[in-house]
């Protein structure tokens, strides 16, 4: 092999060397591209599933019922002769309300009295009114119960209200876009006494929430 052709094949080599590497080290390629996509369609996603799960906003426009009425009122109205206490029993799968459980020592047993304060707004078609009505002309279904529970109307300190006294609750419609609900389980008092306690009640809830 001649000198010439010897130094024409290394520039030869040579060159497809500096091909090589270049090809190998080029900073941009179609792969990726793509993956810097999906890594920022990850960080979108994930900030969107970070909203959804916050809680709604109608759960901070309601006040802590605990907050709606005292445990000396509780007292008072029910006639309690030992120390009633408080807890905040709101559930988190029930983002759209509000429920205390005023407790205390009874003579046979505990006793206790919940509230409850919904909001309806960002709801079905139903409105407070409606669903107080409701109860009214159709009753309560329960499930394991054939026929609906029915509940009797009573005037909850000029709100529209509905009671059962056999299921110790009492709900009432502060307005199309608010209710209460009191569950009162507590003993030595007749329905019309019991039903006369509750409105008393009534018109101490209406009043503190109008506050807010």
Same mark, same amino acid.
């Not at 309560?140 to 109307?153: A, E, K, R, S, T």
């Not at 056999?166 to 007749?190: E, L």
């Given at each position: %092999?001649?000198?010439?052709?010897?130094?024409?094949?290394? @520039?030869?080599?040579?060159?497809?060397?500096?091909?090589?590497?270049?090809?190998?080290?080029?900073?941009?390629?179609?792969?990726?591209?793509?993956? !810097?996509?999906?890594?920022?369609?990850?960080?979108?996603?994930?900030?969107?599933?970070?909203?959804? &799960?916050?809680? @709604?906003?109608?759960?901070?426009?309601?006040?802590?019922?605990?907050? $709606?009425?005292?445990? #000396?009122?509780?007292?008072?109205?029910?006639?309690?002769?030992?120390?009633?206490?408080?807890? /905040?029993?709101?559930?988190? $799968?029930?983002? !759209?309300?509000?429920?205390?459980?005023?407790?205390?020592?009874?003579e046979n047993s505990k006793s &206790?009295?919940?509230?409850?304060?919904?909001?309806?707004?960002?709801?079905?078609?139903?409105?407070?009114?409606?669903?107080?009505?409701?109860?009214?002309?159709?009753? %309560?279904?329960?499930?394991?119960? /054939?026929?609906?529970?029915?509940?009797?109307?009573? /005037?909850?300190?000029?709100?529209?209200?509905?009671?059962?006294?056999?299921?110790?609750?009492?709900?009432?419609?502060?307005?199309?876009?608010?209710?209460? @609900?009191?569950?009162?389980?507590?003993?030595?008092? /007749?329905?019309?006494?019991?039903?006369?306690?509750?409105?008393?009640?009534?018109? #101490? $809830?209406?009043? &503190?929430?109008?506050?807010?």
């Amino acid at each position: %092999m001649s000198k010439k052709s010897f130094n024409l094949g290394f @520039m030869y080599i040579f060159f497809i060397v500096i091909a090589f590497l270049s090809c190998k080290n080029e900073p941009t390629t179609e792969n990726s591209v793509l993956d !810097n996509i999906q890594q920022e369609s990850t960080v979108v996603s994930t900030t969107e599933a970070s909203d959804e &799960n916050q809680p @709604m906003t109608a759960i901070k426009e309601l006040p802590d019922a605990c907050s $709606l009425i005292s445990n #000396e009122a509780i007292k008072k109205f029910f006639q309690v002769k030992s120390n009633v206490g408080h807890v /905040d029993i709101t559930s988190s $799968l029930k983002p !759209n309300t509000r429920t205390c459980n005023f407790y205390w020592d009874g003579e046979n047993s505990k006793s &206790n009295v919940i509230v409850e304060l919904r909001n309806y707004s960002g709801e079905s078609e139903a409105t407070a009114n409606t669903t107080i009505q409701n109860l009214v002309n159709v009753g %309560m279904l329960v499930n394991g119960i /054939d026929n609906p529970i029915p509940f009797n109307v009573f /005037d909850a300190a000029g709100k529209n209200g509905a009671y059962s006294d056999a299921q110790a609750r009492y709900f009432w419609a502060y307005n199309d876009q608010y209710s209460f @609900m009191v569950v009162a389980n507590v003993s030595g008092f /007749d329905e019309k006494s019991k039903l006369a306690l509750i409105k008393n009640l009534a018109k #101490e $809830l209406n009043a &503190n929430f109008a506050k807010y």
